[in-house]
């Protein structure tokens, strides 16, 4: 079946921009995760969102990061008024139900703020 | 959670079986067995996972010793797309769910 699609694969943008990422997790996944992984680092967890739970924003660097999920489908994260500090690969995880350690990631939006 | 211990890197020679250690010796009795690779340039892979008994899918095949103290991820037939780093971590399937990889095994396959 269909895998984590993420649009855009690539986004250049200017410093003080807004940025919307989507992700499209696979059907049937109750959880979605966002992580973001800067050049030659590890996983840095942002976001997760399990049903219709409250989500885990522990890992959001700062207010200018935002996500929103419908149901338990599309996921967008919003980062506001980007900074050079923010390029980094945006990557988007979902699992199946009450298997949150069987991730299956999208691509990754590579961004770069120039 | 317990700490996993793996090579910094090994070769293996291409249509060859690839076998990767991990060490996880104080793993405790509701931890699993994770692992998960990445491909340069790519979002990690999750591979396969086990609890106590031998797992296998279309992918590789997880040998965990009878301690659970140590395990093996094999690759039967490494193709040079098999290249990347891979990761072991042990985790308990409680509330946490923040995925977190530690240096991994580098792997390159040769022809």
Known sequence: ?114 | DAKTTQPPSMDCAEGRAANLPCNHSTISGNEYVYWYRQIHSQGPQYIIHGLKNNETNEMASLIITEDRKSSTLILPHATLRDTAVYYCIVESRGNDYKLSFGAGTTVTVRA
């Open chain 1, 1 to 114: 079946g269909a895998g984590v699609s993420q649009s855009p694969s690539n986004k250049v943008t200017e410093k003080g921009k807004d940025v919307e990422l989507r992700c499209d997790p696979i059907s049937g996944h109750t959880a979605l995760y966002w992580y973001r992984q800067r050049l030659g680092q590890g996983l840095e967890f942002l976001i997760y969102f399990q049903g219709n739970s409250a989500p885990d924003k522990s890992g959001l660097p700062s207010d200018r990061f935002s996500a929103e999920r419908t149901g338990e489908s599309v996921s967008t994260l919003t980062i506001q008024r980007t900074q050079q500090e923010d390029s980094a690969v945006y990557l988007c995880a979902s699992s199946p139900p009450h298997r949150p350690y069987e991730q299956y990631f999208g691509p990754g939006t590579r961004l770069t703020v120039t």
